[in-house]
């Protein structure tokens, strides 16, 4: 191969990777997005939130509960009474994909796409 090859086979590679970091982070940042609240495998909540929606919803189930709070785009679990903790401690979710799942309480707080929206096309 000539030096002029490496060149070419760089700036290639180069416009693949940037195409595809724009088409990923375009697909994980859009604001048509839906808070889906699961517990025990039963939705109990769909929620479509963007930067001005904000809610504080608190979950029992008998003796169990979890405070969940929503703004500026962002979801998280503020407290809780399980004992590991780790949905307290999860970092704030955001963008299409991300879930917070609490174990014990069998609860899943996963953001999704909104239905009418295609993700990706294959031919």
């Known amino acids: 191969m000539k030096r002029g090859d490496y060149k070419i086979i760089i700036i290639i590679l180069a416009l693949v990777l940037g195409a595809y970091g724009y088409v990923f982070y375009k697909g994980m940042s859009t ?3 839906i808070l889906t609240i699961t517990q025990d495998q039963e ?3 769909e929620f479509k939130i ?5 809610n504080m919803i608190r979950i029992e189930n008998d003796d169990q509960y979890n405070v969940i709070y929503i703004q ?3 979801v998280w679990v ?6 590991n903790q780790v949905c307290v401690t999860h970092s704030h979710v955001s963008k299409i994909g991300e879930m917070i799942v609490c174990i014990p309480h069998k609860l899943i707080l996963e953001i999704k796409g909104d239905k009418n929206v295609l993700d990706i ?3």
């Open 72 to 74: 500026d785009g962002e």
């Open 50 to 54: 963007d930067e001005s929606y904000s």
């Open 121 to 123: 096309i294959v031919d």
């Open 31 to 33: 604001n048509d997005k």
């Open 43 to 45: 939705v109990l909540y």
């Open 78 to 83: 503020e407290e809780a009474n399980c004992l």
